[in-house]
């Protein structure tokens, strides 16, 4: 059977160009996002400040309640300290030569040029980098302060003032410190004060950043011996290259963030690599049907047919998978560029490429191309041999039974999936957008000629009566629907899952934006570069005029959700969430339910959806986990009804304050009595940044979604998704519409012999080009308008989906660009060839 099989796929090398190109093309980028997601496992960042040390010891950074799986365990957003007593435990571990706990808390250094961000640290930790002093000497006092030699402007004997949750104090500049044997630039500027100042302006309480610990001998001998010690205290120990996971907060974000990524475009990838491996491969049957209804009337078994048409597929696969899988390291590469610009990865976060992605891309499209095959061979591998030459010579219309029920039921399912955005007004409902476009495409394509047919006489019926070109166009996409419905669906799928795609996150954005007019009502904001002191909104409301001046802070939470499965298992979910402390009528969450201003102590005000999902009411209990990981049990004070913008969770600002890293509010929110002079209180405020440098005063209406920045991540994370699919989408159109006009030479000659001239060929091919295009166009705008209307409804109150028209306008001219292209080309190729020659040849 192999023997034959190769035979067959030599002499028929142009039906399987197409399923080569596309399990190559999908095995590219499920190798791609393999690595990426290994690199999401294993890879990291070289560490700075710990370069010195053998081992770190630093806080768990993962939250990962009972019944959630490591895998989806969410990240802290702010890096957890660990206990002070630690120390002892870890200098009993044998093969520990010494060891040493870093401080750490931000601050701004204020200089010439302004306030500077910094990071403070307790002198006794410079070792870990290390850090050596170049001039000067040590700290020895809580006002004497060693600066980093990358700060300008600093020298031994002069003064610094230093920010960090009050005003600027002034520290005596005695020592000037720089890092020992490590190349490039650092990525942070460090002061150092006494271990006894550091702590206190830290406010940790004794508790440290991390440990850093010195071996005597082998340093994963000791990691491990450390491990164990403290296995029952919650921590992270890292040596190697995992020491920059406990310096840099940024590289677990990373870490769970490609894995997010990489898993659902994986998926993506996967699933629309099957649907197009299984058109291309069905095309490729049907215009092989005069040769495999000979093999059934020469006595071949429906099981003989199968296993022929499965032994083709493999060795065009086996072939197609290893190239493909290599080629994914390049696509690999060009992804992580363009997470690294777009700010999902730090710009020194390797990439890894080990063997484990590569073969399972190789094994998942060998697997996609045989689950493919036995797709493609069910219907010709079950010709009875009495019908095998009648059903050879003219094309079924016809589709089977079951393949009706599911493609209905898929498109049905597409429709309830839109749906979702008008009760629900979650990230969810925003991802199902998509997801319906793509069931109710593959559902269109399962009923094939059942849902071509009534569009094309439609369509064809005006087409007829425009020459001889227009009749036989008509003619030929009358007579050939399961040809037509074959090189339609990638087309139609590629628009579709564009449009939706970027309409959707369009449509996101510009609702967050509109509930954030209606959210922020202060009549000015005081915000500065890393946070401001809360000191600041007590000043504020000290001018006159002012009627309230309220702390916000943004912040985030890690809330559990029950999934709707058999075992009831858990998700732990990262949810945008604010702290607000006495915002007055500067903030309107739309409360239906309950007060803001009971937000005080352990309490929580939450959105109506929120609350549904988590089960609770006013006056309930809520439990959730704040940003550096801590479980809190909150009060439900109030419930809300907008929480597109700033999350759907509101806590009390010093509750958010003190569980992140900065301790300082996000901005201020102040609000006028009814005739004050505005312009008098704004002097007044911008004034406050000569006790407070770095304040910025801003107006109504400039305060934008607390999500702006992750909005914005998450949009060129779809785009750049979407690219490469739709990349992948192209040469699938591409090869189908190439195959399936290749193999019309005969026809083509056909109609020349009988007086038709070259000329008129090529206009009913562009007539044909233009019916196909055109409905290519309509049904997947159709298809992609259902969810896009339904999302901007729910979210925004209006059917008309917001974006900018002109990108709508590049997708189907690059559709249509392509589907003339891809017939047109190889007409012409096909014409060259003289009739009388053409006729003769093999189909």
Not at 166 to 180: E, F, H, L, M
């Amino acid at each position: 059977m192999r023997g034959l099989a190769w035979q067959l796929v030599k002499a028929r090398k142009l039906a399987f160009v197409g399923a080569f190109i596309a399990i190559l093309c999908g095995s590219a980028v499920v190798a791609a996002c393999g690595m990426l997601m290994e690199s999401g496992i294993r890879s990291g960042v070289p560490t700075q400040r710990y370069a010195a040390a053998s081992v770190v010891v630093g806080g768990d950074q993962s939250i990962r309640p009972e019944g959630v799986s490591a895998l989806e365990a969410q990240q802290v957003g702010t890096l957890p300290t660990v206990s002070g007593d630690l120390v002892g435990k870890i200098r009993s571990v044998p093969g520990v030569k010494d060891v040493v706990g870093e401080t750490t808390f931000q601050a701004r250094a204020v200089t010439g040029g302004g306030p500077v961000e910094v990071l403070g640290h307790n002198w006794d930790a410079a070792v870990l980098a290390p850090y050596e002093l170049r001039d000067g000497r040590q700290p020895q006092a809580s006002n004497e302060v060693v600066v980093d030699a990358a700060l300008a402007g600093v020298a031994v004997g002069g003064k610094l003032d230093v920010m960090t949750t009050s005003t600027p104090v002034a520290y005596d500049v005695v020592g000037i410190a720089a890092r020992s044997g490590q190349d490039g630039p650092a990525k942070q500027t460090g002061l150092y004060f006494t271990a006894e100042q550091a702590d206190r302006l830290a406010g940790t309480d004794g508790r440290f950043q991390a440990i850093g610990v010195f071996a005597d001998g082998d340093a994963s001998a000791v990691a491990d011996r450390v491990e164990e010690a403290l296995k029952d205290d919650h921590v992270l120990v890292a040596a190697g290259k995992d020491r920059g996971t406990v310096e840099f907060a940024a590289v677990g974000q990373s870490r769970v963030m490609l894995m997010a990524i990489s898993g659902s475009f994986g998926g993506i990838a996967m699933l629309v690599a099957g649907f197009v491996v299984a058109g291309t491969l069905t095309l490729a049957m049907d215009q092989r049907r005069r040769e495999l209804a000979l093999l059934r009337a020469i006595a071949a078994t429906p099981k003989q047919i199968a296993k022929l048409i499965g032994s083709e597929t493999l060795l065009v696969a086996s072939v197609a998978a290893a190239l493909g899988a290599g080629a994914g390291i390049f696509v690999g590469q060009g992804l992580r560029e363009a997470f690294v610009r777009i700010g999902v990865m730090p710009e020194d976060f390797a990439l890894s490429v080990g063997p484990i992605p590569l073969v399972v891309a190789f094994l998942l499209g060998l697997g996609v191309a045989r689950l493919s095959a036995a797709v493609a061979a069910r219907k010709p591998s079950r010709i009875p041999p009495t019908e095998a030459l009648g059903e050879a010579a003219v094309e079924r219309r016809d589709v089977g039974r079951v393949r009706t029920v599911i493609g209905l039921a898929l498109v049905a399912g597409g429709v309830g999936l839109a749906t979702m955005p008008l009760y629900l007004h979650t990230e969810v409902a925003l991802a199902m957008a998509g997801m319906s476009a793509l069931l109710a495409v593959i559902g269109v394509a399962l009923l094939g000629p059942r849902a071509v047919t009534p569009i094309m006489w439609l369509v064809t019926a005006p087409l007829s009566k425009l020459g001889v070109t227009g009749y036989l166009a008509a003619a030929n996409n009358r007579a050939n629907m399961r040809r037509l419905a074959s090189a339609l669906t990638p087309l139609m799928l590629s628009v579709a899952f564009a449009v939706v795609n970027f309409f959707s996150q369009t449509v996101a954005t510009a609702a967050a934006v509109q509930e954030s007019e209606k959210v922020m009502k202060p009549d000015y904001a005081v915000t500065a570069p890393g946070g401001l002191s809360p000191e600041v909104a007590e000043a504020a409301r000290r001018i006159d005029g002012v009627a309230s001046a309220g702390s916000m802070v943004r912040t985030q939470v890690t809330v559990l959700t029950e999934r709707a499965d058999a075992d009831r298992t858990m998700v732990a979910e990262r949810k945008p969430a604010l702290g607000l402390d006495r915002v007055g009528g500067s903030v309107d969450l739309a409360v239906r339910a309950g007060s803001l201003d009971d937000l005080r102590g352990n309490t929580v005000a939450v959105s109506k959806d929120e609350a549904s999902s988590q089960g609770v009411d006013l006056g309930g209990e809520l439990k959730l986990y704040l940003d550096d990981g801590q479980e809190a049990r909150l009060k439900v004070v109030a419930v809300f009804d907008r929480a597109l913008a700033y999350g759907g969770y509101a806590l009390p600002a010093e509750l958010a304050r003190a569980h992140s890293t900065s301790k300082l509010d996000s901005s201020v929110l102040v609000a006028l009595e009814p005739g004050a002079d505005g312009a008098a209180v704004q002097a007044q405020l911008t004034r406050l940044a000569e006790e407070y440098p770095g304040l910025t005063t801003v107006g109504k209406g400039e305060l934008g979604p607390a999500e702006r920045g992750e909005r914005y991540v998450q949009f060129w994370v779809n785009l750049v998704a979407v690219g490469v699919i739709l990349g992948y989408i192209a040469i699938a159109v591409a090869n189908t519409l190439v195959l399936s006009t290749a193999q019309r030479r005969r026809e083509f000659a056909l109609l020349r012999l009988v007086g038709g001239t070259r000329r008129q060929v090529i206009r009913m091919m562009r007539a044909e080009a233009g019916t196909l295009v055109g409905i290519a166009i309509a049904v997947g705008t159709l298809i992609a308008a259902v969810p896009l209307v339904l999302l901007s409804i729910g979210f925004m109150g209006t059917p008309v989906p917001s974006g900018p028209i002109g990108v709508y306008l590049g997708i189907i001219g690059f559709a249509a660009l392509l589907g003339f292209l891809a017939l047109g080309v190889p007409t012409r190729l096909a014409l060259r060839a003289k009739p009388v020659d053409a006729i003769g040849m093999r189909e």
